[in-house]
């Protein structure tokens, strides 16, 4: 062994054992100036016996005198070298004191041994994991000779079961999470609660005898045969969302009030940061049900395309999923018509003149929310089924929200509707300066009038963004299209309960001879 002591210029690449960065090295095996690397490396070729070779540099510890060396240092002139063409570099005694010190540093470094890496705690695993687990039907079964549609048929039946299982994880986590600490720890009332979760509990036991009946549909084999029947038989029990669903419109504006309370939003807080929650907030649990019902078409549609013509659930499917599109459109009807029941128990009139029979009459809401004015005054407006209502939104004494009606509401029937395209003055200098400062475009508004009443006067209505705009107007047509036909039905049923007398003789007119049109003017 030795350590290169020639002046030759010579460049040597060389991997840092322990990190894989590349160090250059000058003729003298001393680091040449390059990147910051963590330590000084010495570069130390090994030579072949065979080779006449130079004397081995000895370590301080070692004496010269104990046993005489037959190698001696290559002489400087000997070597194949660049010297006559480049000159010398000679190393300042600074930067060279500077290095042996790096490198006794380095020696002392790796000879002495790491300390032992501390034992680490595991923490206990949460029961509750915060993402769920993505696995598949295939991900369960060793082999099958199934065919690809077969195989994508049992898929979407295994996510059907899974979903099942994750729902009652769900609601059983709610009931143990939130419902009874809450209960316990007196954050709300029992009444409150009552009122927030509903009916949750009672379909917690409806799931979980679904996920039993598809279970024990599964073969030895872990495939499912015919899913039909059981769906169908089971789809009824559902018709229990009516009342879930229709006391959710309630519970949301509870909730929404009750997180004002600190102690509710500091316990609210704490379980949303908590693993088990999976960064879920309370109302995103309790909402869960409601988007697993209107799952439950879109998996039987995926079952069907993967059903062959001759299985036996072709007989059962189509009406298994006529049956739960008829029971969604139940419970959409009942819930919005709990919703246009609560908002209008929630509208506070300051003229008895607002209160116009079309409200009172309305079975639902096409659509509700903020929108400004011309004068930029933030109104909450509702498009009730048969009447167009602007409110200004209030606080109740105990909390609660309350809607100030605002001006003279207007029967859908009655309204004129108006685009107003981005960029028109349509509101004159008080609208564009109550938005944009006088500068920029006006956008995302509509004008909505009156057909004949003086009392409503035209308004300008401007929404958040451009698709909210759209949204509204789709829902303004559709609502004064309806209004209109409504109209027009009634005003026909009366004039068949109650005819013109002077006309009650046309409809005894028999028109197959003219005898009996002569017989009947001569009378």
Known sequence: MEVEGTDELRTSWSDMSGDGHTVFYDHAGKKRKQDPAPEAVIRIIEQDEEEEEEGEMSPDHMKDSEEPSN???????????????????????????????????????????????????????????RRRSSQCWSDTVESHDLTAKEIKRQEVIYELTQGERQLIEDLSLVKKVYYEPMLKLDIMSESELGQIFGTLESLIPLHTDLLSRLERLRGSEKTVGEVGPTLLNWFPCLEAYVTYCCNQVGAKALLDQKKNEKRVEHFLRLCQESSFSRKLDLWNFLDLPRSRLVKYPLLLKEIQKCTPPDHPDEDYLPDALELIQNIIA????????????????????????QRLPEIQQSRFIYCHGELKNNKGQRLHVFLFELALVLTKPGEEKDGGHVFNVYRQPLPNALINLEEIPDGEAGGGGTFRGAFTGGND???????????????????????????????????????????????????????????????????ELSLSSDTDMADHTSR
């Open 330 to 353: 139940e419970v959409n009807k009942k819930t919005g018509e709990a919703e246009c029941q609560f908002y209008r128990r929630g509208l506070h009139y300051l003229e008895d003149s």
């Open 441 to 507: 475009k006006v956008k995302n508004c509509f004008r909505v009038s009156s057909r004949g009443r003086s009392k409503f006067n035209p308004y300008i209505l401007q929404a958040n963004d451009s698709f909210s705009r759209q949204q509204w107007i789709t829902c303004l047509r559709q609502a004064i299209v309806q209004s209109r036909d409504r109209t027009a039905q009634t005003s026909q049923s009366r004039i068949s309960l109650h005819p013109d007398s002077g006309l009650c003789h046309i409809a």
């Open 71 to 129: 190698k001696r240092v290559k002489p400087v002139g000997k070597s194949n070298s660049l010297t006559g063409v480049i000159p010398q570099m000679k190393t300042p005694a600074l930067k060279r004191f500077s290095q042996s010190i790096s490198r006794s540093i380095s020696f002392r470094t790796e000879a002495r041994p790491l300390p032992p890496a501390l034992p680490r705690s595991r923490q206990k695993p949460s029961s509750f994991p």
